[in-house]
């Protein structure tokens, strides 16, 4: 699976579009009145105008050699979140993946993760470039079992086999494209901020096709 476009709200375009020139070096793809857009290595992330606040969570896969470059790069940018008391990364055993999260301007959870079992290695320096696509994001719903269950009658797509479904938690996709299905009200790992719905457009690709899902 592979998310190819991502599309999210925003209440404040301008900012939105500062935070991803400035913080994150992507240059605008499009902007009009209503949309601002970015493509950010294969994925193109589109962010819609609307009056209420949204909060989504996103993550980025960069090159499995250069996590710790990654982080460097954007702690000189902005804040990282602290993970424990003693790190800012997240060490994740069943996956084999290592990351760190830090938000954007409209409090959006966002992640850069490194997917060891992947061969993507770089021998570039770390730049927005190296940015390889979205491979996350966060479905709030109220019930997880029954929307994990709907999607795999209407996709292609199945439980991610390096984590297992649980009633709160469950994840559906493979190494380089992910649905995180999380209930709501539950925290955002690794923050105290609770998961809630908004809606959201996504344009994937799974069994050499293009689906898309949209959720309000």
């Known amino acids: 699976m592979k998310i190819t476009r991502l599309h999210l709200n925003t209440n404040d375009l301008a900012k939105t579009e500062a935070f991803y020139n400035t913080v994150l070096n992507i240059s605008t793809n499009k902007i009009t009145s209503k949309e601002v857009s970015f493509l950010i290595g294969e994925t193109e992330l589109h962010f819609t105008k ?22 460097n790069w954007i702690k000189s940018k902005t804040k990282i979140l602290p993970v424990t008391e003693n790190s800012e990364f997240s060490n994740f055993e069943l996956w084999n993946a290592k990351s760190f999260y ?36 966060g479905i709030v719903t109220k019930d997880v079992p029954k929307l994990a269950e709907r999607l795999q009658k209407e996709y292609p797509l199945s439980v991610y ?49 293009t689906h ?5």
């Open 161 to 209: 086999p390096k984590q297992p479904a649980q009633e709160n938690f469950t994840v559906l996709g493979n190494e380089t494209g992910l649905l995180v299905l999380v209930n709501e009200n539950r925290n955002w790992y690794p923050t105290n901020k609770k998961a809630d719905s908004f809606p959201l457009k996504i344009i994937f690709e799974a069994s050499n096709k």
């Open 212 to 216: 898309e899902l949209e959720l309000e």
């Open 50 to 71: 609307s009056d209420s606040e949204s909060q989504y969570h996103i993550a980025f896969d960069v090159p499995k050699n250069l996590i710790d470059a990654s982080y």
């Open 102 to 137: 830090f938000y954007d301007n409209n409090s959006n959870l966002l992640e850069f993760i490194a997917r060891f079992d992947l061969e993507n290695t770089s021998k570039k320096a770390f730049d927005s470039s190296s940015i390889l696509y979205v491979s996350e994001i």
